[in-house]
């Protein structure tokens, strides 16, 4: 089996790690697995591609290579390049350092790196991982991906699929014992603004502006994937590159005329 890794948080990611070793387990004794991750941390880049200027690849071992360019490029990179001659047959993105859910969908560079790969032909699985400072919370935030990825990916790979269409895993912060299970659950979409905007003053006195991330999963209606994640699931949604609102559309032609 052949399995591309790449993922939004760079190349020296420790989530990245987990992802290897995800797929070593996945692919078992005869697998070949390749990184190929951005050189840098390029989160919430969401699908951007190097369009208007070239990337740079960089090896750093045996299947092992840095892009100077998005979590989309990297996937571009490693199935039409570097595995030209023999496309992966699974594409991991992730494991991401933080959740990819509801709203973050759109925004992250984890999710982007999978949906590259799915529109390119291969099956492709967004990995991310929630994390909490609250009481309880696991001092180690990979827990629950390092015990439960593996499963994770396989109930994924056992699941319908098609061109385009990928798939987005988030495991809870939580500890692997306290995992309620597996649940296949929609997009969820929380209430109020994702982020929040930051002055910030520099001793130099430059201003400069933060963006703060507002999670409020709570707000996310039950059942989706927002929600279904804080309450203690590893989550799983199918998702694709289809962003037509069908449900408008007569309303819309009607409103045309």
Known sequence: MRILITNDDGITAP???VAEAIAAEIGGPGAEIWVVAPDNERSGVSHAISYVHPVRVTRHGERRFSVDGFPADC???????????????????????GHNVAEDVIYSGTVGGAME????GPRAIALSQFYSSRPGAPTDIW???TA??????RKVLAMPSRRGVFYNVNFPAAAPEAVKGFA??????????TFDVLPYTAPNGREFNFYRHMTAN???????DARKLIEGWVTITPLMPQLTAADLMEEARAALG
């Open 143 to 145: 827990a629950a991906s």
């Open 184 to 193: 296949v659950c929609p997009q969820g979409v929380r209430a109020g603004s």
């Open 218 to 224: 709570d707000t996310a209606e039950a059942g989706t």
């Open 148 to 153: 439960l990825g593996a499963a994770a990916v």
């Open 75 to 97: 996937a571009l990179v490693g199935i039409r390049k570097l595995m030209a001659e023999a496309p992966p047959d699974l594409v991991l993105s992730g494991v991401n350092r």
């Open 117 to 120: 790969a799915a529109l390119a």
């Open 15 to 17: 989530g990245l790690a």
